[in-house]
């Protein structure tokens, strides 16, 4: 995080194949492919069958995605993913106010624009804390007053699943088709085909996103079976 890619990367549409990162965070991570990426442009990357586990403890913040963890005001264009990203925590604290942002592209977007991307990933959380899981990217953020935090002509076809456990209620588990939370951000002519599900006593599921805070959303549409249970284990 301390020293972001900040440069263009073109991929020419070249895949990788089988890349594996195996974490156990204690602290605040970027993970994948790409860690951390701000102002940076990427585009033309496909990886094929890809591989993140994820261990993380009680007191780390992860944003983690098959190609980037974190995307800050950037612009991401023409790349897929298949294959699967998992991150749980390890011990149970009750009073930690971390999260778990996971995302088949891109785990935390930040006022950036990504276009043209599929996901065919398996996505999944368990965390005793809040959880955010999305097929294109875990959490979405946009500018006040402005058209960043855009996901567009996006599609997901992978399986999402976010997960809560302990019985704190407050602790949500959310996930989404596109995206499992947007705030200030855009979402147009994206779908969804896969399944999506949020495990928890607390829980947001839905087939583009979960939760839309002063968000647009348009010509998007989802196929994919949803549903929502709770969990006091």
Do not use: M
Not at 71 to 89: M, R
Not at 132 to 154: M, Q, R
């Amino acid at each position: 995080a301390d020293a972001p890619f900040i440069g263009c990367f073109d991929g020419g549409g070249k895949s990788i194949s089988g890349l594996t990162i195996v974490a156990k965070p204690s602290e605040t991570a970027y993970i994948g492919l790409f860690g951390y990426c701000k102002n940076a442009s990427v585009s033309n990357v496909n990886i094929i069958n890809g591989k993140t586990e994820i261990t993380a403890s009680d007191d780390a913040t992860v944003n983690a995605g098959l190609l980037c963890g974190r995307f800050q005001k950037g612009y991401l264009s023409n790349c897929t993913v298949s294959g699967n990203i998992s991150a749980t925590t390890t011990s149970v604290s009750w009073t930690s106010q971390r999260q778990i942002v996971v995302g088949g592209i891109v785990g935390y977007n930040g006022e950036s624009t990504i276009k043209y991307c599929a996901n065919s990933a398996t996505v999944s959380t368990n965390s005793h804390n809040y959880t955010y899981a999305g097929g294109i990217v875990g959490y979405n953020l946009g500018g006040y007053g402005s058209e960043t935090g855009k996901i567009a002509c996006c599609s997901n076809h992978g399986s999402i699943t976010s997960t809560t456990v302990g019985g704190y209620s407050s602790k949500a588990a959310e996930a989404g088709g596109i995206t499992s939370h947007s705030y200030y951000g855009v979402i147009e002519n994206s779908y969804n085909t896969g399944s999506i599900s949020a495990i928890s006593s607390s829980t947001d599921v839905g087939g583009i996103l979960s939760v839309a805070s002063n968000t647009i959303v348009t010509n998007c549409y989802n196929v994919g079976a949803i549903s929502a249970s709770g969990n006091t284990s």
